[in-house]
């Protein structure tokens, strides 16, 4: 199978052989023809399959044949993404392909000064990605409008439902005209997706491109138990002893990442945030610094994770497993990104041992566990078994009660061995 195949415009054609993609995946085969068609589209593909180049090209190529110039305060094509971070990523891919083309392509989202995003809205754009907050806000202010949309794409849709943004997304489906294209893109097909789905969607066509394990095949996944006060110090150990490169790391909470990069730092290692506190451009540079590589180990949330492209990332590491068992999905799809092969690896303690069941029941596997010497767990993990569930240890039977000759009773008097026997 080629792109040209598919059907998509010359210039397309000639930026794909310039950046080496020599053949669609999976998802672009199936998405690209159907959306150069005018289908509606409701895709199940996880980062790292594609899923992006296979709506961009698409479009792009659409705006170019159809359509016409984008006029002050307009847009052609919306793509509404959960996070600043994949904002950014989904608005450089449209960047990339689109080199050459005579289309603009802007980015808006939250945390960030609203007066230049209406600057820049004012000549209009074809394409503008956007998280629903901020679209919103623009919106209320007269700043875009959307006479001449003609594409809707919801990217990570499901995280988006995730984060609280189902009131943002209806109020904006109520601003856009009812004749449009729409494409939505998510993880996994929840409930909650499908209503979605069902209420937007036009006899959509269906791509389900998760495999029987969501998990893409090329990252080699393990486990290995430890007790939760030795994360960090096996963490750094491991980092040492596999003669890790750079080592995308993932933990809870703020707190949790803060504190291993102090630790880090600490003894000396190039180490950096990426969490919902820092501010944007904070995180924007520990991530440039870390794609140059002047950052070994950048350390994340979940939610400030969501998005990030980093090319041949090898190693991502959980020193804690996510609450939400599709963020292991997400969090793991950062490495063996396009086929390139990769490795994550988890810290797992004993009480994280639902979270451990709950992924391995999402992604139909049981993670195979490799033992530390010298980390032996004194909190044993407990076993899983297909299907997610824990296989607990059978309780030992109590033993009686043994009155105790030592303390007596309150208000008792001990004389010797003999008031017990009375
Ligand atoms: P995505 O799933 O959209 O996050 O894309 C994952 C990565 O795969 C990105 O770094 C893309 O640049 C890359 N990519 C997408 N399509 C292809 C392709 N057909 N050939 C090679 N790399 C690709």
Known sequence: MTFSSLGLLDPLLRTLDRLNYSSPTAVQTEAIPAILKGRDLMTAAQTGTGKTAGFALPVLHKLLQEGPRVASNQTRALILVPTRELAEQVLQSFITYGDQLPLRSYAVYGGVSINPQMMALRKGVDVLVATPGRLLDLYRQNAVTFGQLQILVLDEADRMLDLGFADELQQVFCALPSKRQTLLFSATFSAAIRTLA?????????????????????????VIPVDKKRKVELFVHLLANRRWGQVLVFAKTRNAVDQLVQTLQSIGLSADAIHGDRPQPARLRALARFKTGEVQVLVATDVAARGLDIDDLPQVVNIDLPIVAEDYVHRIGRTGRAGASGEAVSLVSADEVDQLAAIEALTNQILPRHDEPGFLP?????????????????????????????????????????????
């Open 198 to 222: 069902a209420n937007l969607l036009r006899d959509p066509l269906i791509i389900d491109i998760s495999p029987d394990t969501m998990t893409a095949a090329t990252v080699t996944q393990s």
């Open 378 to 422: 004194v909190h044993r993990l407990p076993a899983t078994v297909s299907g997610g569930q824990i296989i607990k240890k059978p309780k030992k039977p109590k033993k009686p009660k043994v009155t105790s000759n030592k303390s007596p009773g309150k208000g008792k008097i001990h004389l010797g061995n003999w008031f017990e026997s009375d």
